[in-house]
């Protein structure tokens, strides 16, 4: 395509007579630069940058160039389709505004609680100015001691100049090493780090304990808890079973907590509910939203009546906890506000680091625990004396 008549179709008219140099000269590049700006305008680099540089105090210096010259330089770089170069400005100014979002596995989690968190960590974050991309850590991966070198996440991490780092999965010792040997700020989300701080929680301890408070108020004696071996390891299976049954204790309350696939503790309820009366749980207690919303599927289906046989609860209120049929009592965790959180400590952390401060202060080293709290609704009632009619499943 003729320079001429490239830009005669992307230029006006006024453009093209307070400019004509425009039209006689092309880039000399695929990319479009500064320098090609200028060489079009006649200007000098520095003026150009001026016009087309960004930052805090862009403002100000662009204020320095006449009016009608910041124009054609706008529309010359509109014209030739020139993009500034984000990474070189990144290392100018210092701060590539990215945060990285460190995970294991194959692939993000991006359901459960984990969705509505990751959405006001990432909202939260740009309206500061800070985008969130994923990074890839392998939970095995480790440096590479004979040949000197760091794991394939390494690469990724120092390649994209992240600013900071937000984990929301455990850790391997080579991650967190290499973390600390390139001081990048981390803060935790909804994991836990004997080594690592700030971190942001929910309080699954006594939203545990609360879940059962509400079993034992309506007169609920005999409950098990679920936690299916399938779903993700996390250490919120432990903190909800162990306060779990710390508090049935005190009301009294016979426990079992089974950690087993759903068709092992299906087998074993319905097992329950064959034998004798005094074996049979009157509540059941779901490690997550899928424990809950699994079993009044197949309790529906073997013909068991929620809640009038047994009630069912579980953590988690999400989609769609409030919809199934009856609707699941359920324990809140405070996603929404965990990702808020987590947005603020790591901008904290950021703005400590630009001003050189050490990273041990109290505000860096704090565990921030937010409250949990019990949503009835009708899954669960008090229970029924009189035996539970199962049938076969065919």
């Known amino acids: 395509m ?5 830009v005669s179709r992307s230029l006006s008219p006024t453009a093209l007579s307070s400019a004509p140099q425009l039209v006689s000269k092309a880039p000399t590049g695929d990319r479009p630069t500064i320098a090609d700006i200028a060489r079009y305008c006649g200007l000098s680099k520095a003026t150009v940058s001026r016009v087309l540089g960004a930052g805090r105090s862009a403002d100000g210096v662009r204020a320095l160039v006449r009016p009608e010259t910041q124009a054609r330089v706008q529309e010359a770089a509109r014209a030739l389709g020139y993009l500034p170069d984000l990474r070189a400005r990144a290392l100018a100014a210092g701060s590539t505004h990215t945060i990285g979002l460190l995970y294991t596995g194959d692939a993000p989690i991006l359901d459960s609680v984990y969705e509505p968190m990751i959405r006001a960590l990432t909202r939260h974050l ?3 100015g800070y985008h969130l991309v994923f990074i890839p850590v392998g939970a095995n991966a480790a440096p590479d001691h004979h040949n000197n070198t760091h794991p394939s996440w390494s690469r990724i991490v120092d390649g994209y100049g992240l600013d900071g780092c937000i984990a929301m999965h455990a850790m391997s010792d080579a991650l967190r090493d290499y973390l600390r040997e390139v001081r990048k700020p981390i803060v935790l989300l909804n994991v836990t780090d004997e080594e690592l701080r ?9 939203g545990a304990r609360l879940l ?3 079993l ?3 007169g609920h004696r005999h409950t098990w808890m679920w936690i299916n071996t399938e779903c993700i390891d996390h250490f919120s299976k432990t903190t909800r079973a162990k306060s779990f049954v710390n508090q049935a204790e005190k009301h009294g309350m016979r426990t079992r907590v089974e950690h087993v696939t759903r068709d092992a503790f299906l087998s074993m ?7 004798k009366p005094a074996d049979r749980p009157t509540a059941i207690m779901g490690y997550s939203h899928s424990e809950g919303i699994e079993l009044l599927h197949f309790l529906v289906k073997r013909g068991v009546k929620v809640p009038d046989d047994v009630s069912v609860c579980c953590f988690n209120d999400v989609y769609p906890t409030a919809y199934t049929s009856p609707a699941l009592t359920t324990v809140d965790v405070p996603a929404d506000a965990l990702g808020r959180l987590g947005a603020t400590l790591m901008l904290d952390a950021l703005d400590r680091d630009n001003k050189g401060l050490e990273v041990d202060d109290t505000a860096a080293q704090a565990k921030h625990i937010l409250d949990e709290h019990v949503i009835v609704r009708a899954s669960t009632a008090p229970p029924r004396s009189g035996a539970t009619r199962v049938e076969d499943d065919t």
């Open 2 to 6: 003729k320079p001429v008549s490239f």
């Open 126 to 128: 740009s309206q500061a």
């Open 198 to 206: 700030p971190v942001a929680l929910p309080d699954d301890d006594n």
């Open 212 to 214: 059962t408070d509400h």
């Open 216 to 218: 034992a108020d309506l």
């Open 269 to 275: 309820f319905f097992d329950a509910l064959s034998g």
